[in-house]
């Protein structure tokens, strides 16, 4: 929520001073916000519809709402603001506007910078820290994420930041050789900029709802897991599943040690499927025995 309310506010300052100084970098940087304030409420959506507990009609959980979700925002910064800001940079390098107050402009851009950046380190923060958990780099574990709030908040901040680069750029050059020409090529880079990240964010959704493959790190994890289990002497086959930001949908073939019997073997199998459940990251676990001489996985790459 102090997201959007922050966006909000950036979105009413840009669009006043898109009027008072009639920059057309500005008013691609009022539709940029514009588009980060309504996105946000998407986000939002996307975080409290995927928490849902699952259910008899949604027996994998609610977590792929985060996806569809994420990609309605992605499509709202495509066409609220990298359409927009494309067509008013090649209007305005047809039918230039003169611009003035330019230092209303600087401000503004400067005030937006610093929240901007203050929103960008916390995200960076926090990716970081989760990156260092799974021994991955920060861009990678942002790429990687099942997450897609998390993605689309680090891609909107840091695309912000530049996209609040080419407007000064913009402005400044406007101001230095009076040709409004540097201002509308700033709003259609701007424009550039946000459907490039759009379009990467709605790949990346895409994938997570067509059955994105897990990275072979978490593969090693979870078979880690698995054979940390007093009652499993190893591991044959495991699959996994992104059913939701980082909840996993996990099957697996496992020899369990000693020599019971049948019914006391499925007694172990299901206690140990509902003690995997217990996990945050696994929201369902199915285990199978696993045939002689089929070979154990240990820690190396599994087969999905």
Request: avoid cysteine; charged fraction near 20%; proline fraction near 4%.
């Amino acid at each position: 929520m102090l997201a959007f309310i922050v966006n909000l506010v950036i979105a009413i300052a840009k669009t006043i001073t898109a009027v008072l100084t009639g920059s057309a970098s500005m008013t691609a940087e009022a539709a940029h916000s514009w588009s980060d304030a309504g996105n946000e409420i998407f986000l939002l959506v996307a975080d409290r519809r995927s928490r849902k507990p699952r259910d008899k009609s949604h027996p994998m959980g609610y977590g792929r709402e985060a996806y569809v979700w994420s990609m309605f925002a992605a499509f709202g910064l495509f066409v609220a603001g990298a359409v927009f800001s494309v067509m008013h940079g090649v209007q305005s390098l047809f039918a230039p506007e003169p611009a003035e107050d330019f230092i209303v402009a600087y401000v503004v851009l400067a005030v937006s910078f610093v929240l901007e950046g203050i929103s960008f380190l916390q995200a960076w923060r926090q990716a970081r820290s989760k990156a260092k958990t799974l021994d991955r780099g920060t861009l990678e574990h942002v790429s990687a994420s099942s997450n897609p709030t998390m993605r689309a908040v680090f891609a909107e901040d840091a695309a912000a930041l530049m996209g609040l680069a080419i407007a000064f750029l913009g402005v400044l050059i406007h101001q230095l050789t009076g040709s409004p020409v540097p201002d509308a090529v700033g709003s259609i880079l701007v424009g550039l900029l946000l459907g490039g990240v759009a379009v990467i964010l709605i790949d990346r959704n895409r994938r997570f709802l067509v059955g994105q493959s897990v990275q072979h790190d978490v593969e090693v994890v979870a078979t880690e897991l698995l054979l940390k289990r007093p009652e499993i002497d190893r591991v044959t086959y495991i699959h996994l599943e992104f059913v939701g930001p980082e909840k996993l949908y996990l099957v697996a073939a496992v020899d369990m040690k000693g020599d019971f019997t049948e019914s006391h073997v499925a007694v172990e199998l299901r206690r140990v499927e509902r003690e995997l459940e217990e996990n945050p990251l696994i929201e369902e676990a199915v285990l199978t025995l696993s045939m002689p001489d089929e070979p154990s996985l240990a820690t190396g790459p599994a087969t999905s």
